[in-house]
């Protein structure tokens, strides 16, 4: 482990078996926006609420353009079986890949596992694996735009990260940030490289200056 990835790296390729086949991660994301959510055991009872709760938001994700990939350190096998779990608890079953990672590989190679964590999942519990619990969002570009690591006490809160695709979706596209608690519709700012005498033209409408810094525009439109 070179050490846990930073907002704006690369996010590392990396062939996988998963629930749906093999993949190689870079082609099987394309041009499309990705989330990878990682997990440190199956049966394990948070993680069995997050993946239900992801699946039902199937529709949500592909709206937006975004392919979803699930990772966790037992064999794809064990997916399968947790799978019907999941879809008799949840009311869903998993409807994206999920990778098998039993060698580590993956979580090494994303810094979530030290190199010396050794080649297997045999024997290992979930407490062992407790910093298998990221978040990527990862960009067309196969970049990293948002990174978030959760303890395995906490469940992950799925809206808030539809949110903030939302937020780096439109700031890919404009020159504008999102202020804190934004959601879809809301004022945005326009960023301070934007100077007053270009923000005229982008903005002939005006803006809105509480200080010169910040400054609010309506949400561009799509």
Known sequence: MSGPLAIGTNAPDFDAVTTQGPIRFHDWLGDSWGVLFSHP?????VCTTELGAVAKLKDE??????KVLGLSVDPVDRHAAWSKDIAETQGAEPNFPMIGDPDLSVSKLYGMLPADAGETCEGRTAADNATVRNVYVIGPDKKVKLLLSYPMT???NFQ??????DSLQLTAKHRVATPADWTQGDEVIIVTAVSDDEAKTLYPNGWRAEKPYLRYVPQPKA
């Open 41 to 45: 055991k199956d049966f394990t009872p």
């Open 61 to 66: 994700f592909e709206k937006r353009n975004v």
């Open 160 to 165: 808030e990260i539809l949110r903030v695709i």
């Open 154 to 156: 906490a469940g992950r």
